[in-house]
Nanobody
Framework: QVQFAESGGGLVQPGGSLRLSCAASGFTLDHYSIGWFRQAPGKDREGVSCISAGGSTYYVDSVKGRFTISRDNAKNTVYLQMNSLKPEDTAVYYC???????????????????WGQGTQVTVSS
């Protein structure tokens, strides 16, 4: 049984910070690249960031410099530190396992599997 569990979301004011956690069960995530995605109301799910099994990190331009992805293989967990949050960051955030090598195509949900249940992030004053 392979599962992800996202946590750490909540309501935060613009400029605030949150740290999201993606805890894996049923497999050891250090063999895989893991991506973070988000889905805002009325919009498609979009890739945000990815970390490869070797620790290389990737970010879309809209979050670069504000978000940091990391992994703690001993805890079987991937994190997304989100700073300087903006209202446009409001979405349900998901993590998932990459189907192939590295983080190739990390912006595309079709390249990933084993989605978690998501955690809501709301940025509002």
């Amino acid at each position: 049984q392979v599962q992800f569990a996202e946590s750490g979301g909540g309501l935060v004011q613009p400029g605030g910070s949150l740290r999201l956690s993606c805890a894996a069960s049923g497999f050891t995530l250090d063999h895989y690249s893991i991506g973070w995605f988000r889905q805002a109301p009325g919009k498609d799910r979009e890739g945000v960031s990815c970390i490869s099994a070797g620790g290389s990190t990737y970010y879309v331009d809209s979050v670069k410099g504000r978000f940091t992805i990391s992994r703690d293989n001993a805890k079987n967990t991937v994190y997304l530190q989100m700073n300087s949050l903006k209202p446009e960051d409001t979405a349900v955030y998901y993590c998932a396992q990459h189907l192939g090598l590295y983080c190739s195509g990390y912006r595309s949900p079709s390249r990933f599997t084993y989605w978690g249940q998501g955690t809501q992030v709301t940025v509002s004053s």
